[in-house]
Nanobody
Framework: QVQLVESGGGLVQAGDSLRLSCAAS???????????MGWFRQAPGKDREFVAT????????VCADSVQGRFTISRDNAKNTVNLQMDSLKPEDTAVYYC???????????????WGQGTQVSVSS
C-alpha cells in the first residue's frame, strides 16, 4: 500500500515556473525505492496524459515530448518524495497533475499501482 499526496500546484502566468512535490507513505514491507514514480496530467475533457517518469534509483528519467526541455523529474529516496520542476509554463500545461507509483519498473502508460488525488496547475496567457 502506497499513499501519495501532491502539493505545489497553483495559478501562474505563461513563462513562469512551478515545482510540484509528491510525498509517499509506504505501508508494507516494501520501501519507496521499490517503486518507479511518474507524473501524469489530465485537462478538462481530455484523457490522462503521461508527463514524466523516473526509475527507482533516479538514474533513468523519461519525459513526454510536449514537456521535454521544460520539465524535470527528480526523487529523494531518503525523504520519500518525487518532484516535478516545471519551467517555461504554457497555457496548454493547464491540467490536474497526478503523482503515481509503479512497483519496480517505469512506464509511460498509466499502468501504475497507486495514484494521488492530484493538484491543479493553471497557466494564464
Amino acid at each position: 500500500q502506497v499513499q501519495l499526496v501532491e502539493s505545489g500546484g497553483g495559478l501562474v502566468q505563461a513563462g513562469d515556473s512551478l515545482r510540484l512535490s509528491c510525498a509517499a507513505s509506504v505501508i508494507s514491507k516494501r520501501t519507496f525505492s521499490d517503486y518507479a514514480m511518474g507524473w501524469f496530467r489530465q485537462a478538462p475533457g481530455k484523457d490522462r496524459e503521461f508527463v514524466a517518469t523516473i526509475s527507482r534509483s533516479g538514474l533513468t528519467t523519461v519525459c513526454a515530448d510536449s514537456v521535454q526541455g521544460r520539465f524535470t523529474i527528480s526523487r529523494d529516496n531518503a525523504k520519500n518524495t518525487v518532484n516535478l520542476q516545471m519551467d517555461s509554463l504554457k497555457p496548454e500545461d493547464t491540467a490536474v497533475y497526478y503523482c503515481a507509483a509503479k512497483y519496480l519498473t517505469i512506464a509511460t502508460r498509466p499502468e501504475y499501482d497507486y495514484w494521488g488525488q492530484g493538484t491543479q496547475v493553471s497557466v494564464s496567457s
